[in-house]
């Protein structure tokens, strides 16, 4: 009975044991279950969370596209509830013309691949915005995309597009405004200069380089006072560029000088050079060579007095020369009839006296431009060479004289004797500035004028040219201001007229032609005669003229008629011819 007691206790004790063996057992595994589900739902939250707090949104469909999961920024970048995204499917997000690329691209999911693209969509408010997606099939069948909100980088795109294009265009603007600027620059006449604040040469265009002789890189960097004719006209014009701002300046004369020392009159204007914030950087000098322009004024000046000189003392010569006509006149008529030798002798002098006054009146006549011409076609090379003996007595023999002759010089018409007397008037005159001895240059040429070559008193056209140069003294400015008027003469009382250039002058001008004189104090002068040119068809009338001219005068009886506005001259005039 105790044994049996034993043994029974024995097992029960055994099958206690083991049952609490199980129990704990099961308690264990329960315990770690209820651990493990702790740590997936923990797990979970987690992962809820992290996509939850994507940025970006993250959707989960069947294989059909049905939505079955979104997260919030899902639903914030559709602008629906996440309910209301669940009972959607991709078509109700996409835009309208998205659809035709939704069949292949669920296609390309399920066959394993991911997909990257942007996709149109369209929010519950109907407005459109582009999404990055990438998309991919997960191991369950569903599928699975993470969608980004673009427009913005878009927006950037295409604004940094834009501005690459506007800035395409603006540096296209600027090179095509820095060619016109260019062009200008280089284009005008006028001299420009670009200098900074303490008057340094920045920039230069050709036409200044072309006034002033330098080249651009001798230019740039110096001080512009390399400019001008002395410092001072630079410190004046330093004084008056500072000043430029505070009122609008009239163009001023200034003179200059050139790289090879000439100097000249400049008309400038003057303003400020400023930075795009109106900060003062420098100037801008622009600057006109009007040294042609006085010249031409001059010129002009001149022979507008020199035309009324001529018509002053072309109206005295011909009155003188009417009186000269009666008191020559009465002379003859008093001389037919005087036995008495020596009255015919005090007559003598005095129609000598008389006929000098003549040829004196002859010369103001020319410069008056009303003495009769004999004009016929001559070559002025021909005149020259047989000039040339007399011309070496003349002037003597302390003075070499050389002769540069065109070869094919045009014929010219003009009276002969009056361009002989030319000649040897300028080389008497060449002779008395040399009075140590020198060298006289008589050249012949053709010249055509053109339109930028004219002046007022010799138009366009084609010229023969006659210089006189010698290597005397040379006149002063204003000595060579009066060469041509009448009587006015540097020589002693007693050694010239005053007539002979003057005389030259008005036959020239009478000729059609024109005559300038160059001079410098110590350098010598140049006088040069222009000519028109002898053309065929003037030949041709010419001949004409004279075949008739040639033609016999046959007369008997007729009646001589006198015609005369002078009754002194008209009355000496027929008792001469009776």
């Not at 055994?14 to 279950?33: D, F, L, Q």
């Not at 006054?357 to 006549?365: D, F, S, W």
């Not at 084609?462 to 020589?491: H, I, N, Q, W």
């Not at 005053?498 to 005389?503: E, W």
Request: aromatic letters at 6%.
């Amino acid at each position: 009975m105790g044994l049996v007691s034993f043994l029974f206790g024995s097992v029960l004790i055994v099958g206690i044991s083991e049952t609490m063996h199980r129990a704990r057992a099961r308690a264990a595994k329960a315990e770690e279950e209820a651990k493990l589900h702790k740590e997936v739902k923990n797990s979970e939250e987690r992962f809820r969370t992290l996509i939850e707090q994507a940025s970006d949104g993250i959707f989960v469909s069947d294989a059909q596209g049905r939505y079955l999961d979104v997260n919030s920024a899902g639903c914030r970048m559709l602008g629906y509830s996440r309910e209301e995204i669940l009972g959607l499917g991709i078509p109700e997000l996409i835009a309208a013309d998205e659809a035709p690329r939704l069949a292949s691209h669920l296609a390309k999911l399920r066959s394993g691949n991911t997909d990257v693209a942007e996709w149109q969509f369209r929010r519950k408010d109907g407005s459109p915005f582009v999404g990055e997606v990438s998309a991919r099939q997960l191991p369950d069948g569903r599928l699975q995309a993470f969608v980004r909100d673009v427009s913005e980088r878009k927006h950037a795109e295409r604004r940094q597009l834009e501005l690459m294009e506007e800035l395409k265009r603006s540096e296209s603007e600027a090179r095509e405004q820095h060619a016109l600027f260019r062009s200008i620059f280089d284009g005008v006449p006028e001299g420009i200069a670009l200098v900074d604040k303490e008057r340094r040469i920045v920039m230069v265009n050709p036409a200044l380089t072309r006034i002033f002789g330098y080249e651009a890189d001798e230019l740039i960097g110096a001080s512009t006072v390399k400019l001008y004719a002395c410092p001072a006209a630079w410190e004046e014009q330093a004084i008056i560029s500072e000043k430029a701002h505070r009122a609008r300046l009239q163009p001023r004369v200034i003179r200059f000088r050139r790289e090879n020392g000439e100097t000249f009159p400049g008309e400038v204007i003057s303003a400020d050079y400023r930075d795009v914030g109106g900060g003062l950087r420098g100037y801008i000098g622009i600057i006109r060579d009007v040294s042609v322009e006085q010249r031409r004024e001059k010129e002009l000046r001149q022979a507008q007095r020199l035309e009324s000189l001529g018509q002053l003392t072309g109206g005295i010569a011909h009155d003188f020369n009417n009186l000269l006509t009666v008191i020559t006149g009465n002379l003859q008529l008093i001389d037919m009839g005087l036995k008495d030798e020596r009255l015919k002798r005090y007559l003598d002098a005095v129609e000598q006296a008389a006929q000098m006054g003549a040829q004196l009146n002859k010369r103001l006549m020319l410069f008056g431009r009303q003495e009769m011409l004999a004009p016929t076609p001559i070559n002025l090379n021909d005149r020259v060479t047989n000039m040339l003996e007399l011309l070496r007595r003349t002037i003597g023999e302390d003075i070499t004289v050389k002769v540069a002759l065109s070869k094919n010089i045009w014929p010219t018409r003009t009276d002969a004797d009056e361009i002989e007397n030319a000649i040897l008037n300028l080389a008497i005159n060449a002779r008395d500035a040399m009075s140590n001895g020198g060298n006289l240059l008589i050249e012949t040429g053709n010249v055509v004028i053109d339109n930028n070559a004219a002046r007022e008193e010799l138009p366009p056209g084609s010229y023969v040219r006659l210089s006189v140069s010698d290597t005397g003294s040379g006149m002063p400015p204003e000595v060579l201001a009066r060469a041509f008027e009448p009587f006015f003469t540097t020589k002693e009382p007693g050694k010239g007229t005053g007539l002979g250039l003057s005389s030259i002058y008005g036959f020239v001008k009478q000729s059609g032609g024109h005559i300038t004189i160059d001079s410098e104090v110590g350098h010598g002068t140049t006088a040069t005669i222009y000519l028109p040119k002898f053309e065929q068809s003037e030949k041709t009338e010419l001949a004409v003229q004279e075949k008739e001219a040639e033609a016999p005068i046959r007369g008997a009886g007729e009646t001589i008629l006198v015609v005369e506005d002078n009754p002194d001259v008209r009355r000496v005039t027929v008792e001469r011819i009776k």
